[in-house]
Every structure is written in structure tokens, then in C-alpha cells.
């Protein structure tokens, strides 16, 4: 190894652990999760569908008559359990398709349990609440995906596929 390669592993262990840092110190809030759409259980499909569409997001959340958390609907749910059984969605209401009593963390928990859902439980959007159960913002796998890519500095942003550097001597695009 020569002396370029070594500072420059240097340099990403030093990355590497900032990174790691952040992953277990910040916070859901740094995400900038978005603010909920919330319908009742008695919102049609359609309704849901089209809001989503409106708002550019990838699910509804279902609340109860004081707002609180009680379910939610997202565009798997659309495929898997609305169009891959021919539904109605004029007719069909989202307490009949919807997931009930999800996971929901708060915006000052980790960044770290986001991920857990994510990656261990299969979520792509996990609901945010406040300490009464009603829903504050969503986070979605995206957003995390976001945070990340900013998290990783230009050099290893820009490694060439593989465990090799192409030119050790200046930082490319691959």
C-alpha cells in the first residue's frame, strides 16, 4: 500500500465513523419527514388514492375520531390487497385494506430505529407520532436514502464499482 492509499483509508475510516455517529445520534427530526395525509376508516380507497397522488406520497395514514393513529394504507396496499383482488375503490373503505396499529416512532427518536424498521421489518413508510398518538409526519425509505447520500463525502460517493480505485492519484466520477 502506498502512502496514498494509505491516508486515503485513513480518511474514509475517519468518515466511516462519522457516519456511524450520526447513525446512532441523530435524529428522525434531521430527515425532514413530511406531513401526514390523514383520512378516517371510513375514507374510501379512491379517496386515499387520490390524495396520495395529489400529495406526491406514498401512503395515507388512518386515524380515529380524535386523531389518533389507528392504521395505515400505502401503495402496496393498493397493489396487493385493492387491485390484486379487484376491488372497488368507490366502494371499498380503508378499514377493509387497510394495516392496522402500525409501528410508529416519534421525531426525536434515533435515526438508527428508522432504519430497523426499515430494513428488518420491510417498512418503506413509518408513521410519526406524538405522545398521544396522533400522527405528526411520515418517513419514508427515500428519505433516508436522502440523508445517507448527504452523510458520504464526494470521495466515496464517487468510487469506481468494485473494491479498486481507478486513479488513486485524483478523485473521478468512476
Not at 96 to 116: C, D, G, I, K
Amino acid at each position: 500500500m502506498n502512502e496514498f492509499e494509505e491516508e486515503y483509508s485513513e480518511e474514509i475510516e475517519g468518515e466511516l465513523r462519522e457516519i456511524r455517529g450520526a447513525l446512532f445520534n441523530d435524529t428522525i427530526a434531521v430527515l425532514s419527514p413530511a406531513e401526514p395525509i390523514c383520512l378516517r376508516e371510513t375514507a374510501m380507497v379512491h379517496e386515499a388514492v387520490q390524495s396520495m397522488l395529489a400529495r406526491h406520497q406514498a401512503g395515507v395514514l388512518v386515524v380515529d375520531a380524535q386523531g389518533r393513529l389507528t392504521g395505515i394504507f400505502t401503495e402496496r396496499d393498493v397493489l396487493n390487497r385493492v387491485a390484486g383482488k379487484a376491488l372497488d375503490v368507490r366502494r371499498t373503505p380503508l378499514s377493509a385494506v387497510m394495516t392496522p396499529n402500525p409501528e410508529a416512532l416519534t421525531v426525536s427518536q434515533r435515526v438508527a430505529y428508522a432504519v430497523h424498521c426499515m430494513g428488518v421489518a420491510g417498512y418503506r413508510t413509518v408513521p410519526l407520532v406524538d405522545a398521544e398518538q396522533r400522527p405528526v409526519g411520515v418517513v419514508t425509505v427515500s428519505d433516508v436514502i436522502r440523508w445517507l447520500a448527504n452523510l458520504f463525502p464526494e470521495a466515496v460517493l464517487n468510487l469506481a464499482p468494485g473494491d479498486t480505485i481507478k486513479h488513486p492519484g485524483r478523485i473521478d466520477a468512476g
